[in-house]
């Protein structure tokens, strides 16, 4: 005869879980039976997510931000976008602006295309499908630094191996450009490799404790060979980018070539000034004022595009692969400069004419008012001389209040009461009665 399991008197009993006053989830759970209340269901928004669905959630956050991070990256000198703009900034008398840019230039011996023109080179860097224009301002002119600053994607800095401190000038220098903005910054030295093998290490903690003082987490790097500039450029190209307010909401041009069209009307002495560039940032509106620098505001005629002057075969045929794949990295002036192909042929097309009607006015807002009805009459304007001795004379004159006797000169400040003068004896009056008061006071009686 067969008998079944029993269990024995030593079987472990596992205390049950004790919740409380409150009823468990699972005990609110069978109760409800799959019920959900009113308040419940109002709520929108408030549904959480299971752990996979959160993870799969920040992993597409992340996702996102990343491609819209690196798309940014590389828009900057990429196919249709204007040229990565690299200002150069030496921070030694010893080093010449010019040089640098010379061998930046020569970093790539492929590169085939190289237009110069004073102060500015644009080169086409096959190895890295990138455009440059160097930026080189004249030594000693911090104005012409800070403008060229203001349209910059990177800063370049160059310091020599054998700078211990900064001069006034330098310190100037980035002070302001730091001041104003950096969009991003690359430091290097030059000169390390003349310095003897047992100083070349001191001379380079000395010149990266100079660069820690500002930018602690820049990295410095050499400029002696053609290779070093080689990789400095790939360091520059892949900088993160900083965004700047003001070059966010305002179009830039860098000037590439000027010519000024006399008209016939006044003999040569107005006419048409074409400055050709490329646009970064924003779009221009031709109904809208520009402003040259160190000249002023001035109407816009009309907007050309024009044929592109640093191209070749080989940079036209990756502009044609990169807009088959349907990928857009450019802003929305050069979005529309897409859709248009010049070809080969030396042609100009109009994108944009100005409208009388609609477009700004160069008269300033004082001017536009007529004599009979004047806008400014009642602008705050500058006292005359006697106003301004009216109010001296005012503020001499001593006022007397009647204040509390023992009240200091501050606290009468604070008192609220009336401004007008008082005579000598006010107080003495006040006194007096006081003492007869208290004369004919007399005491209670029993």
């Known amino acids: 005869m067969s008998s079944g399991h029993r269990v024995g008197p030593l079987k472990q009993q596992n205390k049950s879980h004790k919740t409380g006053k409150h009823r468990s989830k699972g005990a609110i759970e069978t109760s409800v039976k799959g019920r959900v209340g009113v308040k419940s269901l109002a709520r929108k928004g408030r549904r959480e997510l299971a752990r996979h669905d959160k993870r799969n959630q920040l992993n597409q956050l992340r996702r996102t931000k990343r491609e819209a991070l690196l798309t940014e990256k590389r828009g900057r000198g990429f196919c249709d976008a204007p040229p990565h703009a690299v200002l150069v900034v030496p921070l030694d008398s010893r080093i010449d602006g010019n040089a640098i840019v010379e061998k930046l230039c020569r970093t790539d011996p492929e590169a085939s295309v190289s237009v110069r023109r004073p102060h500015v080179a644009t080169t086409i860097v096959p190895r890295l499908k990138r455009r440059f224009s160097f930026l080189h301002c004249p030594p000693g002119n911090l104005y012409a630094l800070l403008d060229a600053g203001k349209i910059a994607d990177s800063i370049l800095f160059v310091l020599h191996a054998d700078c211990c401190q900064l001069s006034s000038y330098a310190e100037t220098c980035l002070s302001c450009l730091v001041s104003q903005g950096v969009p991003a910054c690359a430091f290097a030295v030059q000169g390390l490799a003349d310095v003897p093998l047992k100083r070349r290490s001191k001379a380079r903690k000395a010149v990266e404790s100079l660069v820690a003082q500002r930018f602690p987490k820049e990295k410095l790097m050499n400029i002696d060979t053609e290779a070093e500039a080689a990789n400095l450029l790939r360091s520059v190209s892949d900088k993160k980018v900083q965004h700047v307010g003001f070059r966010d909401q305002r179009p830039a041009l860098l000037a590439e070539d000027v010519q000024f069209v006399p ?30 620098v160190g000249f002023g505001d001035y109407q816009l005629s009309h907007i050309d595009l024009v044929p592109d002057p640093c191209t070749d075969s080989r940079w036209q045929k990756l502009q044609r692969q990169h807009r088959s794949r349907g990928n857009s990295v450019c802003s929305d002036t050069i979005m529309e400069m897409e859709t248009t192909d010049l070809g080969d042929e030396e042609q100009t097309r109009t994108l944009q004419t100005a409208d009388a009607d609609s477009r700004e006015p160069l008269i300033a807002e004082r001017e536009r008012g007529s004599d009979d009805d004047d806008e400014w009459d009642e602008e705050q304007t500058w006292p005359t001389e006697e106003e301004i001795a009216m109010a001296q004379a005012e503020g001499l004159k001593k006022k007397k209040r009647n204040v509390p006797r023992g009240t200091s000169t501050y606290q009468a400040a604070w008192i609220m009461g009336s401004d007008d003068e008082v005579g000598v004896g006010d107080d003495d009056d006040d006194d007096d009665d006081d003492d007869d008061g208290d004369d004919d006071q007399v005491a209670p009686g029993n």
């Open 263 to 292: 008209s016939e009307d006044n003999e040569g002495a107005t006419g048409c000034l074409q400055v050709s560039g490329y646009v970064r940032a924003r779009s221009f509106d031709a109904n809208r004022l520009v402003h040259l």
